[in-house]
């Protein structure tokens, strides 16, 4: 009833007719995820925060079908309606033949939700490609200028003393920093089945011993820093060679998320 009153729809009126859409021209479930991923990127943040909320309800629901009856369709079925016709708005008969369509949408929603809350993958190697685009052409445009040119020599000069202690440091091995644990930094190896939460969970049982109880508040995070990247929070199962090879100049700092 909630989500039925809304003067405006969950998902916007400029955005409603870009879901139904995607679905009636993209025949590929990869595809539509993908879009769908891109649009609910796009909504405003109480309009994603609700339907977060909303669709993590509704996989409750689902989950208990053995008691309720309530499998993935009939949810679907049911939901559809309130989320695509709203209050503000009489349901035409085009509308009423697209209830197929925006089911399909709820059920793509509801059983793939988990992906839908972070930024999606392809988008990042973007951001890398667009960085290392933008990182060139500033240094083809200080070759032109002698005195930046010998301001950046310096400060090369200087980055390269500390780095030339850990030269003898193999291929795969980075370095973790995390400057609220006793243990403020740690070498590690990686492998090919090295994930991110894989380097939490090491560094939290060497750090074990620490007297920081707000650590165990606080919700940590591996993040990112530098290189072809601004800031990345990492996803605790992202595989930390292939980021590592995405972007080997990066720094690696385990502290707390960001709200």
């Not at 039925?4 to 916007?12: A, D, S, V, Y």
């Not at 200087?158 to 193999?170: A, C, G, Q």
């Not at 492998?191 to 750090?207: W, Y």
Request: charged share 25%; hydrophobic share 40%.
């Amino acid at each position: 009833m909630f989500i039925r009153e809304l003067p405006n729809p969950l998902f916007t009126v400029e955005y409603l007719p870009a879901f139904i859409t995607l679905v009636e021209n993209v025949s590929k479930v990869k595809l539509q995820l993908q879009a769908l991923h891109l649009l609910i990127m796009l909504l405003p943040d109480v309009n994603r925060d609700t339907a977060k909320a909303f669709l993590q309800f509704l996989k409750k629901v689902v989950a208990n079908e053995g008691k309720n009856k309530m499998n993935l369709w009939n949810v679907s079925m049911i939901v559809a309606p309130n989320l695509f016709i709203y209050k503000g708005k009489r349901a035409n008969q085009e509308e009423m033949q697209a209830a197929a369509t925006t089911a399909h949408i709820v059920r793509l929603l509801i059983r793939y939700q988990d992906i839908l809350w972070t930024v999606p993958s392809f988008l990042i190697s973007q951001v890398r490609k667009m960085n290392e685009a933008s990182m060139n052409n500033t240094k083809r445009q200080m070759m032109f200028d002698k005195g930046v040119r010998r301001l950046l020599r310096r400060k090369t000069m200087e980055r390269e003393r500390p780095e030339r202690l850990e030269t003898d440091i193999p291929e795969g091995v980075i370095r973790i920093y995390a400057p609220l644990h006793s243990k403020v930094s740690m070498a590690i190896q990686l492998n090919n089945q090295t994930k991110a939460k894989d380097i939490l969970a090491r560094f939290h049982c060497e750090s074990s011993y620490a007297s920081s109880k707000n650590m165990k508040v606080q919700i940590q995070s591996l993040y990112e820093i530098g290189g072809n990247i601004g800031l990345h929070c990492l996803d605790p199962d992202a595989y930390m060679l292939d980021v590592y090879r995405a972007n080997p100049q990066a720094e690696w700092v385990i502290k707390p998320k960001s709200s």
